[in-house]
C-alpha cells in the first residue's frame, strides 16, 4: 500500500488530500470519502487505508479548508466549534470541491474510470448530490446516516435522483436526534420512483456515529454489515 497527501486547486483556494492506493501498478477504481464534521483525523484514514487494502483508489478531503487547517481535539476543542465550521459548507462548495477531485482523478493513471463515494454525517447530503451532478462519473455512493439529505430547500440533494447512476447504499441508526422521521421514506419515494438500484438498511440499537472505532456508541456488527455491502456494490459498480 502507498500513501500520500496532495493539495488540489480548487475554485476556493488549495485543498490538501489524503490518498492511499494498493500497490501493483495497475489502475485501481477510485472512491471519494467525505469525511463527518469532525473532521479529517486517524479515524478516517484508517477508512482509506481499509479501502486501498481492498484494492480501490481513495482519495480523503479536508473539505474544510476554506476555514485554514481545522482539527478537532476532543481534549481541548467543544464539538460546537466543528459544527459551526460545518455549516458553512455547502452543497455547492462541496460539489465544487468534488469535481477537482474528478478532474484529478481523470488525469491520475493510478485511477481507474467509475469512482465511487461514501460519506458520514453531514457528508451524507453531498454524496447523493455528487451522485445526481456527476452521474457519468459516480458509479456507486455510500451513505452512513447522512444528514440534510431530504430538506426543504429547493435544492434539496434527494431532489437530484432523476439524474442519478449509480447504485446507492444507505445505512442508517435505529436511533438518530439527526436524521428526521420523514427522510427515509421521502429518500425511498424518491429513490423508488426515478427507478435508481439502492439498498436502505436501520441497524437496530444503534446511534449515529456507530461507525467509528473511538466511539463509545462504536456498533462493530452493524458497521461490518455496512462495510461488506459497500464492498459488494463496489465490486460490481467499479471493478467491472
Known amino acids: 500500500m502507498n500513501e500520500f497527501e496532495v493539495n488540489l486547486a480548487t475554485t476556493d483556494g488549495q485543498m490538501e488530500c489524503f490518498i492511499a492506493q494498493p500497490d501493483g501498478?495497475?489502475?485501481?477504481?477510485?472512491?471519494?470519502?467525505?469525511?463527518?464534521?469532525?473532521?479529517?483525523?486517524?479515524?478516517?484514514?484508517?477508512?482509506?487505508?481499509?479501502?486501498?487494502?481492498?484494492?480501490?483508489?481513495?482519495?480523503?478531503?479536508?473539505?474544510?479548508?476554506?476555514?485554514?487547517?481545522?482539527?478537532?481535539?476532543?481534549?481541548?476543542?467543544?464539538i460546537e466549534k466543528m459544527f459551526n465550521v460545518g455549516r458553512a459548507l455547502t452543497v455547492d462548495m462541496a460539489m465544487s470541491d468534488t469535481e477537482a477531485m474528478l478532474d484529478y482523478l481523470e488525469g491520475n493513471n493510478d485511477a481507474g474510470d467509475k469512482v465511487g463515494c461514501m460519506g458520514y454525517c453531514m457528508s451524507g447530503q453531498f454524496v447523493v448530490a455528487a451522485a445526481g451532478n456527476f452521474p457519468d462519473r459516480i458509479g456507486a455512493a455510500a451513505s452512513l446516516y447522512g444528514t440534510r439529505i431530504v430538506t426543504d430547500s429547493p435544492d434539496s440533494p434527494h431532489l437530484l435522483a432523476d439524474r442519478i447512476q449509480a447504485e446507492i447504499y444507505l445505512g442508517w441508526a435505529s436511533e438518530d436526534p439527526f436524521v428526521e422521521?420523514?427522510?427515509?421514506?421521502?429518500?425511498?419515494?424518491?429513490?423508488?420512483?426515478?427507478?435508481?438500484?439502492?439498498?436502505?438498511?436501520?441497524?437496530?440499537?444503534?446511534?449515529?456515529?456507530?461507525?467509528?472505532?473511538?466511539?463509545?456508541?462504536?456498533?462493530?456488527?452493524?458497521?461490518?454489515?455496512?462495510?461488506?455491502?459497500?464492498?459488494?456494490?463496489?465490486?460490481?459498480?467499479?471493478?467491472q
Open 181 to 239: 422521521d420523514n427522510v427515509i421514506p421521502d429518500l425511498s419515494k424518491a429513490l423508488d420512483d426515478n427507478g435508481v438500484k439502492y439498498t436502505s438498511v436501520t441497524h437496530p440499537n444503534t446511534q449515529h456515529g456507530y461507525s467509528f472505532p473511538q466511539r463509545p456508541i462504536y456498533d462493530e456488527t452493524a458497521t461490518e454489515k455496512d462495510w461488506a455491502a459497500i464492498f459488494d456494490i463496489y465490486e460490481r459498480q467499479l471493478k
Open 25 to 78: 501498478g495497475q489502475p485501481a477504481p477510485p472512491v471519494i470519502i467525505y469525511m463527518d464534521v469532525l473532521g479529517i483525523r486517524e479515524e478516517l484514514f484508517d477508512f482509506a487505508r481499509r479501502l486501498a487494502g481492498q484494492g480501490y483508489f481513495a482519495i480523503l478531503p479536508d473539505m474544510f479548508y476554506r476555514a485554514g487547517r481545522i482539527r478537532f481535539d476532543p481534549a481541548t476543542d467543544g
